[in-house]
């Protein structure tokens, strides 16, 4: 990296022994950091979103909410450094990502650019998006969404959740139909239904935090699930895991003109 770059920039480890980690109600433990465009009651309010029920799988993270972090490869070096700027400019935003995890003394932490997302309905979703994966990865899937989501794929219902999720699932059934049934390849099945879960569960907590059009979450690379069956996956993740205190959970329906 340019010698200009390296300019007020921090090692995201120092940065987390500098910045005073809070816990909102829910138990999450989270960070602000240098020019991050944040005001205290929107990012509490975001964090606050979580509900008690996923928090609680949470203990060992710690996110950081920083105006940028970067990724840095230094010669000699067997891993990636994360550097964190305290604010943002054109040439750190050119070389920024969306998040880095760290590994620190204490905790496992996760550095969100906030000034790369742009807007609060991307910061949020970012925010969840790995708080969905980290789910999983701690928790793993409850076998009664496995079950739903199973059935829309073997149902071929329109569209997914995201890229992962619909290209897991195309794979998990493009075996041999010639018997009058799939033959299923388990592990892009198990894929697939890790991915469906941590979008659901992202999407669930957009849903309370922010007032949002699903058609947002549109991408070219796949065609978005079909309303009714993400209702469904949504309305089983709010019965599993209820929304705190203060939010609340709605599905409302567009007319067609």
């Known amino acids: 990296m340019a010698e200009g770059v390296q300019n007020g920039l921090m090692k995201a480890a120092q940065v987390a022994q500098e910045t005073v980690v809070r816990r909102a ?9 240098g020019d991050n465009s944040l005001s205290d009651n929107d990012l509490e309010r975001m964090v606050q979103a979580v509900p008690t029920a996923i928090a609680a799988a949470l203990s060992r993270k710690a996110y950081y909410f920083v105006p940028l972090a970067i990724t840095e490869r230094r010669a000699g070096e067997s891993s990636d450094a994360t550097l964190v700027a305290a604010a943002y400019t054109t040439e750190l935003g050119d070389q ?3 998040h880095r995890n760290v590994a620190l003394d204490n905790a496992d932490g996760v550095f969100i650019s906030t ?10 979703f970012e925010f969840f998006i790995n708080v969905g994966h ?51 390849d388990e592990r892009a099945k198990t894929n697939f239904i890790s991915s469906a ?3 659901a569960v992202a999407i669930y907590l957009l849903s309370l935090a922010i007032d949002f059009d699903y058609t947002e979450l549109r991408e070219r690379e796949y ?21 705190n205190p203060g939010y609340e959970f709605a599905i409302k329906y567009r007319r067609r003109a």
């Open 25 to 33: 109600p829910n138990g999450v433990a989270y960070a602000a950091f």
């Open 96 to 98: 920024a990502i969306c």
């Open 115 to 124: 000034r790369l997302l742009g807007d609060r309905f991307a910061l949020a």
């Open 134 to 184: 980290a789910f999983v990865d701690i928790a793993g899937v409850p076998e009664i969404f496995e079950q739903l989501a199973w059935s829309h794929a073997l149902s071929d219902v329109r569209g997914e959740t995201s890229h992962d999720a619909w290209e897991a699932r195309q794979q998990s059934l493009a075996g041999d139909r010639s018997q009058g049934k799939p033959i299923v």
């Open 197 to 199: 879960f941590s979008d």
């Open 223 to 243: 065609p978005l699930l079909a309303p009714q069956p993400l209702a469904d996956r949504l309305k089983l993740i709010a019965k599993l895991f209820p929304p």
